[in-house]
């Protein structure tokens, strides 16, 4: 299994992304597939996470309301849209992937594959 991330880059304030991961390698129609952040010096933490079998989607406290996961399974690939980007946001953002249900989608070490970060940073 094989997951590409793309779309980071800096951004203002107020601003928005969307993060792409494209999964390769693999039917993901019995897969968890999420986005965690790591930020300089902090802890990592799951954002959300999304099934593909059924489009279950989870979200973490810091990013209901602002943040939108989707996927397209016709690409294979789950997005994560971000919205009204605030300094606090920046870090690096991984997608990960694991089979199975949604639950403990939070657990990271749940998850068996890992796709490279990429970095976000936004200025105030």
């Known amino acids: 299994v094989q997951l590409v991330v793309s779309g980071g880059g800096l951004v203002y304030a107020g601003g928005s992304l969307r993060l792409s991961c494209a999964a390769s390698?693999?039917?993901?129609?019995?897969?968890?597939m999420g986005w965690f952040r790591q930020a300089p010096g902090k802890e990592r933490d799951m954002v959300s996470a999304?099934?593909?079998?059924?489009?279950?989607?989870y979200y973490a406290d810091s990013a209901l309301g602002r943040f939108t996961i989707s996927g397209d399974n016709d690409k294979n690939t789950v997005y994560l849209q971000i919205n009204s980007l605030k300094p606090e946001d920046t870090a690096v953002y991984y997608c990960?992937?694991?089979?199975?249900?949604?639950?403990?989608?939070?657990?990271?070490?749940?998850?068996?594959?890992w796709g490279q970060g990429t970095q976000v940073t936004v200025s105030s």
């Open positions: 990960v992937a694991k089979r199975g249900y949604g639950s403990n989608w939070y657990l990271l070490r749940g998850y068996d594959y």
């Open positions: 390698g693999s039917s993901f129609s019995s897969y968890v």
């Open positions: 999304i099934r593909w079998n059924g489009g279950n989607t």
